[in-house]
């Protein structure tokens, strides 16, 4: 695992977006893995003013999503799939049919699951995959608790993770209390891992995940165990982390290495 601190969230979000066009430029049919929330915004905008200035196409790209809403419909303007189409799909070039958003309203959840496992390793896996994380650790919708192992499911939502969503929606009783989530098993596939974090309500995550043993309680503490994982934080997010001078200049070093 590598952290890399920067002075803002736009710097760490321009270096993010260059590992993922670095990844689509050496292979333009290349699997994401791509996630929703307030945090990859700025890369996703940064990676579209790269294909408008015509650095980098996303034609050929497939993408699987994270994670969607238990019970929302991809028209809903607080589900994922109306995210990506606002956020990130109507502003490059990717072609629709090759954007995948577990649908929140499948009758049989546990088919739909079933499906997008398989339609992903038939992609050839995840090439490099975006991540947030929660001010309590998780990784996609993978609450404390969750199996490091675990696969694509039918998650409950934590009252935290309600609250922490309550601000997109008009209360806090509209807040979906189930999700259809990727695993932790599932992401740790992935061949290289992008996760962001910005902002103080983070740092505590960031310390447990980079920092604090590996536990189901912070289910991004899996990711020690990744062979290719790089932390994005501003100052703010790595505040608690107490290797941030020797890991400022490090991750820079072995960034560039690359
Ligand atoms: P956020 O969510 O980007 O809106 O902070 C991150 C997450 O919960 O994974």
């Not at 929703?36 to 700025?42: C, F, K, L, V």
């Amino acid at each position: 695992m590598e952290v890399i601190i920067c002075k803002t969230k736009d710097e760490a979000s321009r270096l993010a977006a260059d590992m993922v066009a670095a990844c689509v430029k050496k292979n333009p049919k290349c699997v994401l893995g791509l996630a929703t929330g307030s945090t990859p915004i700025g890369m996703y905008k940064c990676l579209a003013e790269d294909v408008k200035a015509r650095k980098i196409s996303f034609k050929g790209v497939r993408s699987w999503n994270l994670d969607e809403y238990w019970g929302l419909a991809g028209t809903h303007d607080q589900s994922y799939r109306y995210f990506m189409d606002k956020n990130l799909f109507e502003l490059i070039d990717i072609d629709r049919k090759n954007t995948h958003v577990l649908n929140g309203l499948a009758k049989d959840w546990k088919r739909e699951v079933k499906a997008y496992e398989a339609a992903i390793k038939r992609a050839g896996g995840i090439d490099l995959q975006v991540l947030g994380i929660g001010s309590d650790g998780h990784i996609a919708f993978n609450e404390p608790g969750s199996s490091l192992a675990s696969r694509t499911r039918l998650v409950s939502l934590t009252p935290q993770t309600i609250k922490d969503n309550a601000r997109f929606f008009k209360k806090a009783a509209d807040v979906p209390k189930y999700a259809l989530s990727m695993g932790v098993g599932t992401i740790m596939e992935a061949r290289t891992i992008v996760l962001l974090a910005f902002g103080a309500n983070k740092a505590d995550a960031v310390k447990g995940a980079v920092e604090g043993g590996i536990s189901q309680f912070c289910t991004a503490s899996a990711l020690q165990m990744h062979k290719d994982a790089w932390f994005f934080c501003d100052e703010a997010a790595a505040a608690k982390l107490k290797l941030k001078k020797y890991y400022a200049w490090r991750g820079l070093e072995e960034l560039a290495r690359r």
